[in-house]
């Protein structure tokens, strides 16, 4: 499912009505009849609605709402912020006349009258925001933000078309006033500030409704949303053994940090690697050997718990002499100069690799790493946080923060990398442009460990799907893990191993995901 803009929207929108032929009225119609639906839905229990509208498409959409609640026998007021029916849009005006053809019952409310709006408001059962659309650009200003801190104070349900009036549509910042929604009925693709934060959290559920928005128009946007049914699943057959899915080897650790390489390697067995082996300073073996079952382990040069200076030779001869398909390096191994050493080594190997936490702090040490980085000739897959993106490129986390997508796709083109940028949304970048987010994960993965697990997990797939496949499957994975876990757990108590635990379940949940046929004009975010 594609991501989109504002400016990318209105593009698909009028060439769908100039160049495919679908009359805006038509479009207009599919998006209130099924939001209607979903709405009736949501609230069949309660029967006085308003609907507030704006002068533009939007308020029209809400209007063709109105009819269908109308219709099915509901209580429906329409507020039309407007002082005169002469600023209303073509479209809009059209269902007002309709509307009221149908006896539905309009008031049209400027500034002098927003006590009558605060007593409809008031004694509404759900209110439906249909004031501005995606095209809006905020902060709100007037007597329409008067209007919005109205229903914030006195609605009881809020259900808002397209977008909580007052949010940008290209972005997760927020900008007073803005609706504070229940539910979002969005139409064709979802928008940016439906799923970053901290606009996201204001949208409630969200639908993503199909108006018959003509889909070739947007054919070269690279930007889409990870669906589970479809992911790609690693597969396993009859005639097999276990070097046919791959040897995953995980290097890292050091004392004090036992536990970040032993997650890194339970997560990538549970992931489905056939072998895993954690390559580690020698003074923490006994700990990882006694947490690591399945798992084998292999002591090297340690000084003060920590990777010594041999290390790095001697990991070059295990890699040699082994049958490793992908490596995983990083998690908890500190930053010290034998270490970046290391790392400038294990960059020379010729395997799939997945670096992460002290990896990416050690490459920001290595001068020119970006040209180490371009000449690999294996995928590379770099897993930072924010704070880890800023070191590898100079960028403040503020700048991170606001600018994720751009940032991880500029550093994956430049470096020819895989970045997997992790915050409160995941975003992945590929070197040909591409960017998926995940909108899996909840606020109690902000743990230590999290992030070694799906290090993990990802080093797995590598070994079992073309990378780009394996990266949105793992984040994926990765996050619905979680999801599952904090069910049992609860987002205060839930640490970094229960998703682990919760790999095997969420695997058949994608499986049964796949499964389903889709039979309705809509989605939910929720579900996907």
Do not use: W
């Given at each position: 499912?594609?991501?989109?803009?504002?400016?990318?929207?209105?593009?698909?929108?009028?060439?769908?009505?100039?160049?495919?032929?679908?009359?805006?009225?038509?479009?207009?119609?599919?998006?209130?009849?099924?939001?209607?639906?979903?709405?009736?839905?949501?609230?069949?229990?309660?029967?006085?609605?308003?609907?507030?509208?704006?002068?533009?498409?939007?308020?029209?959409?809400?209007?063709?709402?109105?009819?269908?609640?109308?219709?099915?026998?509901?209580?429906?007021?329409?507020?039309?912020?407007?002082?005169?029916?002469?600023?209303?849009?073509?479209?809009?005006?059209?269902?007002?006349?309709?509307?009221?053809?149908?006896?539905?019952?309009?008031?049209?409310?400027?500034?002098?009258?927003?006590?009558?709006?605060?007593?409809?408001?008031?004694?509404?059962?759900?209110?439906?925001?249909?004031?501005?659309?995606?095209?809006?650009?905020?902060?709100?200003?007037?007597?329409?933000?008067?209007?919005?801190?109205?229903?914030?104070?006195?609605?009881?349900?809020?259900?808002?078309?397209?977008?909580?009036?007052?949010?940008?549509?290209?972005?997760?910042?927020?900008?007073?006033?803005?609706?504070?929604?229940?539910?979002?009925?969005?139409?064709?693709?979802?928008?940016?500030?439906?799923?970053?934060?901290?606009?996201?959290?204001?949208?409630?559920?969200?639908?993503?409704?199909?108006?018959?928005?003509?889909?070739?128009?947007?054919?070269?946007?690279?930007?889409?949303?990870?669906?589970?049914?479809?992911?790609?699943?690693?597969?396993?057959?009859?005639?097999?053994?276990?070097?046919?899915?791959?040897?995953?080897?995980?290097?890292?650790?050091?004392?004090?940090?036992?536990?970040?390489?032993?997650?890194?390697?339970?997560?990538?067995?549970?992931?489905?690697?056939?072998?895993?082996?954690?390559?580690?300073?020698?003074?923490?073996?006994?700990?990882?050997?006694?947490?690591?079952?399945?798992?084998?382990?292999?002591?090297?040069?340690?000084?003060?718990?920590?990777?010594?200076?041999?290390?790095?030779?001697?990991?070059?001869?295990?890699?040699?002499?082994?049958?490793f398909s992908s490596i995983v390096v990083g998690m908890g191994m500190s930053i010290n100069n034998n270490t970046t050493s290391l790392i400038e080594q294990i960059l020379k190997i010729k395997l799939p690799m997945v670096m992460d936490a002290d990896g990416l702090n050690n490459l920001?040490?290595?001068?020119?790493?970006?040209?180490?980085?371009?000449?690999?000739?294996?995928?590379?897959?770099?897993?930072?946080?924010?704070?880890?993106?800023?070191?590898?490129?100079?960028?403040?986390?503020?700048?991170?923060?606001?600018?994720?997508?751009?940032?991880?796709?500029?550093?994956?083109?430049?470096?020819?990398?895989?970045?997997?940028?992790?915050?409160?949304?995941?975003?992945?970048?590929?070197?040909?442009?591409?960017?998926?987010?995940?909108?899996?994960?909840?606020?109690?993965?902000?743990?230590?460990?999290?992030?070694?697990?799906?290090?993990?997990?990802?080093?797995?797939?590598?070994?079992?799907?073309?990378?780009?496949?394996?990266?949105?499957?793992?984040?994926?994975?990765?996050?619905?893990?979680?999801?599952?876990?904090?069910?049992?757990?609860?987002?205060?108590?839930?640490?970094?191993?229960?998703?682990?635990?919760?790999?095997?379940?969420?695997?058949?949940?994608?499986?049964?995901?796949?499964?389903?046929?889709?039979?309705?004009?809509?989605?939910?975010?929720?579900?996907?």
């Amino acid at each position: 499912m594609r991501v989109v803009k504002a400016s990318e929207m209105a593009f698909a929108d009028e060439n769908t009505i100039k160049l495919t032929g679908i009359p805006s009225l038509v479009l207009m119609e599919n998006a209130g009849r099924t939001s209607a639906e979903i709405i009736l839905e949501k609230y069949k229990n309660q029967n006085k609605f308003c609907i507030v509208a704006g002068t533009g498409n939007n308020g029209g959409d809400g209007i063709v709402i109105a009819r269908y609640l109308k219709k099915y026998g509901k209580d429906v007021t329409v507020l039309i912020l407007s002082q005169t029916r002469k600023k209303l849009s073509q479209d809009n005006l059209k269902n007002l006349e309709i509307f009221e053809t149908m006896e539905g019952k309009v008031l049209l409310i400027d500034e002098e009258k927003i006590a009558k709006l605060r007593n409809e408001i008031k004694n509404a059962d759900v209110i439906i925001d249909a004031i501005f659309g995606t095209g809006f650009k905020p902060p709100v200003k007037g007597y329409r933000g008067k209007v919005i801190e109205i229903i914030n104070r006195y609605a009881k349900n809020v259900v808002s078309v397209d977008i909580p009036s007052g949010l940008s549509t290209d972005t997760g910042e927020i900008f007073e006033p803005f609706i504070k929604a229940d539910l979002t009925t969005t139409f064709a693709y979802p928008k940016l500030a439906h799923i970053l934060y901290p606009a996201s959290q204001y949208c409630g559920d969200v639908f993503v409704i199909d108006i018959s928005i003509d889909e070739n128009y947007l054919k070269e946007l690279k930007r889409f949303l990870i669906e589970g049914k479809e992911l790609q699943l690693p597969k396993r057959e009859k005639n097999s053994h276990k070097y046919t899915y791959g040897h995953t080897l995980v290097i890292g650790g050091s004392k004090g940090k036992s536990g970040a390489v032993i997650m890194a390697s339970k997560s990538a067995a549970y992931a489905g690697s056939g072998l895993v082996t954690a390559v580690i300073p020698e003074s923490i073996n006994t700990v990882v050997e006694t947490n690591l079952i399945e798992e084998m382990s292999i002591p090297v040069d340690d000084y003060n718990g920590l990777f010594g200076r041999k290390a790095s030779k001697e990991i070059k001869e295990i890699i040699k002499n082994g049958k490793f398909s992908s490596i995983v390096v990083g998690m908890g191994m500190s930053i010290n100069n034998n270490t970046t050493s290391l790392i400038e080594q294990i960059l020379k190997i010729k395997l799939p690799m997945v670096m992460d936490a002290d990896g990416l702090n050690n490459l920001a040490k290595i001068p020119d790493f970006e040209k180490i980085l371009i000449k690999r000739k294996q995928p590379t897959v770099l897993t930072p946080h924010i704070g880890e993106m800023s070191r590898l490129t100079g960028i403040s986390t503020s700048e991170i923060n606001k600018n994720m997508e751009e940032v991880a796709k500029q550093f994956s083109q430049k470096t020819k990398t895989y970045v997997v940028l992790k915050s409160s949304r995941t975003v992945i970048a590929t070197p040909d442009g591409k960017i998926f987010y995940s909108i899996k994960g909840n606020e109690g993965m902000a743990t230590a460990g999290t992030g070694d697990v799906l290090a993990g997990i990802l080093g797995s797939l590598l070994n079992r799907l073309p990378v780009e496949e394996g990266l949105k499957t793992g984040v994926y994975l990765h996050g619905l893990s979680g999801d599952l876990a904090v069910k049992e757990k609860g987002v205060e108590s839930l640490q970094a191993t229960d998703l682990i635990e919760f790999i095997p379940e969420a695997y058949e949940e994608i499986s049964s995901m796949k499964q389903k046929v889709d039979t309705k004009f809509y989605k939910c975010l929720c579900q996907i």
